[in-house]
């Protein structure tokens, strides 16, 4: 390993001589690690709270004489150290088996019984750091991810994202025919039940339908390929901008429609409205907005929620939207629902 790789195993067990065995085996097979040792579960906690991410092994004994266990530990460790490898060094196989079972996956990596031979020691060391370096790995793809949509989407103080939701919302606004300006105003970042809403806006009548959710997307010159059904690809001057990892913006986008959806049946249903007949029941048409410099005509729809519309800003205008409310199952909402869901749900 070279300097830029250089790896720090810990190694936690009241037994001196348990610890400097295995340090000398490490360093057998490891010509450059740094190795610390710890004799109790205080000292390899408090270590790891002023150094979250120093330590990439934790070799760790379970029963320390008294107090606390290895197992008792391992909630707070990972809660200090998410991403450390943590093996397991016990004589005690017999008294916490199935323990050891319950954590397998969740806090430990491996588990190694008293006295190890060097051969099986060494192979669930090196397991462990090859595990870490992939995890390692992915966070920093994902650190790069998040980096770019930020720089795509934080400009300045205000942001260029927010600058586009500002248009859509201004256009909303215009449609005097499609939306109710007053009192029932369109309503702006939303939070409900995690799932942030960037426009929620009522209709007038006749349209059949009493919510608009936006799911807006600011990729401004780019080109947006695949199937609503699979992660898609941003893809700006021939370069992928996003990964395809990244999360399915039709996912995210019918996941909010359902949330919003149980919100308004629970607030119906707590209002005592009582009518159950269908037309009487509002439901979303769902917009996703790009900006008008966004090609998306690659994207695959064939399988689209039929209340999930994708379009430019230029698109927007109220002949799509009332074609496209129209082209749903025509529905009644009264005034009174209207009232309770604009009361309740923000």
Not at 8 to 29: F, G, L, N, P, Q
Not at 62 to 88: A, C, M, R, V, W
Not at 309 to 327: E, N
């Amino acid at each position: 390993m070279t300097e830029h790789h250089k790896k720090t195993i810990a190694i936690t067990d009241d037994d001196s001589s348990v610890r400097m065995s295995v340090e000398r085996t490490i360093k057998k097979h490891f010509q450059n690690v740094e190795i610390l040792q710890f004799t109790n579960t205080i000292e390899i906690k408090k270590f790891l709270l002023d150094n979250p991410n120093k330590i990439d092994l934790l070799i760790l004994d379970i029963y320390f004489g008294f107090g606390e266990t290895g197992i008792d530990i391992l909630p707070t460790i990972k809660k200090f150290s998410p991403n450390l490898q943590i093996i397991l060094l016990s004589a005690m196989e017999k008294n916490y088996g199935q323990k050891i079972t319950d954590i397998a996956g969740e806090y430990i990596i491996d588990f190694v019984s008293k006295p190890a031979t060097e051969t099986e020691l060494i192979i669930k060391i090196k397991k462990a750091l090859t595990n870490k370096d992939s995890k390692t790995k992915i966070i920093e793809e994902l650190q790069k991810e998040n980096n770019l949509l930020t720089e795509i989407l934080d400009i300045e103080d205000k942001g260029v994202g927010k600058l586009f939701e500002d248009e859509v919302q201004n256009k909303l606004k215009s449609m005097t025919k499609v939306f109710m300006q007053y009192p029932l105003e369109p309503k702006v970042n939303i939070i409900i039940n995690g799932q942030e809403i960037d426009v929620i806006a009522f209709t007038t009548t006749p349209l059949p339908f009493t919510i608009m959710l936006f799911e807006v997307k600011y990729f401004p010159n780019a080109r947006i390929t695949g199937s609503i059904n699979d992660p898609m690809k941003i893809i700006i001057n021939n370069i992928e901008k996003v990964s395809t990892k990244r999360r399915n913006i039709f996912e995210q986008s019918e996941n909010q429609f359902k949330q919003v959806s149980k919100r308004i049946e629970k607030i119906l249903y707590d209002s005592n409205y009582t009518k159950k007949e269908e037309k009487f029941r509002p439901f979303i048409q769902n917009f996703i907005v790009f900006t008008d410099t966004t090609d998306i005509s690659q994207i695959q729809i064939t399988n689209a929620n039929k209340y999930t519309k994708i379009c430019t800003l230029k698109d927007l205008t109220q002949d799509f939207i009332i074609k496209t409310a129209f082209s749903t199952p025509k529905r009644t909402v009264e005034e009174k629902v209207k009232t309770l869901i604009l009361k309740n749900l923000f």
